[in-house]
């Protein structure tokens, strides 16, 4: 029983952080169309740093440790990382685009039993257009090789739904069955935001590129319609992890984008059981709402539990930040969940 975590769902003070998602590192090996992440900083946290970083994340509750980016894979010292959270027995989750999964192969497996890769294409051309570089085939082998190795890892593929990939959806799915992963989850693309390095790094793609126009979201619905009836065992048997319910959030968030429709409704508590690190420090509640501090200044309990972090779980409970009401990557957590320890 993790009474604690439960204590987070249900209020808005903080009596521990479950799950911590950590920028190990802002240089990236992809150019995508939706994010500026491109060369590391040069203060990002040192591996001293997350050393004294995972202690007090340890002793505050931590279960689940999800590396992002930036591409973790691009940090050398990436191994080292994993090493100091192994000993805390803490669940370690990769997020990555897996352009060096192949060559690390070794290394990730040493430490990962899941692996989210993100695919946004079902053909080579439309993949490395809207990822800016040449990188399916190598992404395929490197999933293929580690889905065909020992104490193979579970692989998830996440697709970021938009104008150039959304005629695919239906052959991603294809695609991602075709490679032998466990499952797909799709995301629309964030168009409103200034996170992924827009705020500091400045936008890399107009937003309109990424929106559907009038016409392509009647062509949207439609494709998701049949993707309903299509792959109704894939939504069954939880290969696509979302409902179709929520596939169709999707495109009701498009029709929100160009005045059709209204934005569909979030549910979110990720402030409540977790936080987002970034590579220099910085805590936020969440990958879209500002940092409340820094980890070089704050210890991360202290942090958590200010009255800024209270106010800003407040808002979110009561659902009244315009961020969240035109949210795309949300996390809800059920009170049983985290009673239950299942992060
Ligand atoms: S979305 Fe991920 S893979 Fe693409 S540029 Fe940003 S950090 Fe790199
Ligand atoms: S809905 Fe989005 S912006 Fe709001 S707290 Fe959740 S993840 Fe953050």
Request: charged content about 20%; overall charge neutral; some cysteine.
């Amino acid at each position: 029983m993790n009474v604690q975590a439960f204590l987070n769902t249900i209020s808005t003070r903080s009596f521990s952080l479950p799950i911590v998602i950590l920028y190990v590192t802002e240089g990236c090996n992809l150019r995508c169309l939706t994010c500026s992440y491109r060369e590391k900083l040069p203060n990002e946290l040192s591996l001293e740093e997350i050393s004294t970083l995972v202690d007090s994340l340890s002793a505050y509750g931590l279960r689940t440790i999800v590396y992002s980016g930036g591409e973790p894979l691009m940090r050398r010292d990436f191994p080292e990382i994993c090493s100091i959270f192994r000993k805390y027995n803490v669940k370690q989750v990769l997020l990555t685009n897996g352009l060096l999964l192949e060559k690390r192969l070794d290394e990730v497996k040493k430490f990962f039993s899941e692996i989210i890769v993100s695919i946004d294409g079902a053909t080579d051309e439309t993949h490395n257009t809207i990822r800016g570089v040449e990188s399916l085939q190598q992404i395929s082998r490197g999933i293929k090789h580690a889905l065909a190795s020992s104490s193979r890892p579970s692989i998830s593929i996440r697709t970021v739904l938009q104008k150039a990939n959304f005629r695919q959806t239906i052959d991603i799915v294809q695609f991602a069955k075709s490679l032998g992963v466990d499952r797909i989850s799709f995301l629309a693309a964030d168009v409103l935001s200034d996170s992924f390095g827009r705020a500091t790094r400045g936008a890399v793609s107009p937003n309109e590129s990424l929106m559907l126009n009038e016409e392509e979201i009647v062509e949207f619905r439609r494709i998701v319609e049949q993707m309903v009836s299509q792959c109704s065992n894939e939504f069954i048997n939880g290969f696509i992890s979302d409902s179709p319910d929520r596939m169709f959030h999707i495109v009701q968030y498009f029709e929100a984008l160009i005045g059709k429709a209204a934005f569909p409704h979030n549910y979110c508590n990720a402030p409540m059981v977790s936080a987002v690190i970034t590579s220099t420090g910085d805590v936020q509640p969440c990958y879209f709402l500002p940092a409340y501090g820094n980890i070089r200044e704050t210890d991360v309990d202290v942090l958590t539990t200010s009255s800024i972090v209270r106010s800003v779980r407040r808002d979110v409970k009561n659902y009244t930040l315009e961020r969240c009401k035109t949210c795309v990557c949300t996390l809800y957590t059920q009170p049983l969940s985290a009673l239950l320890d299942r992060f």
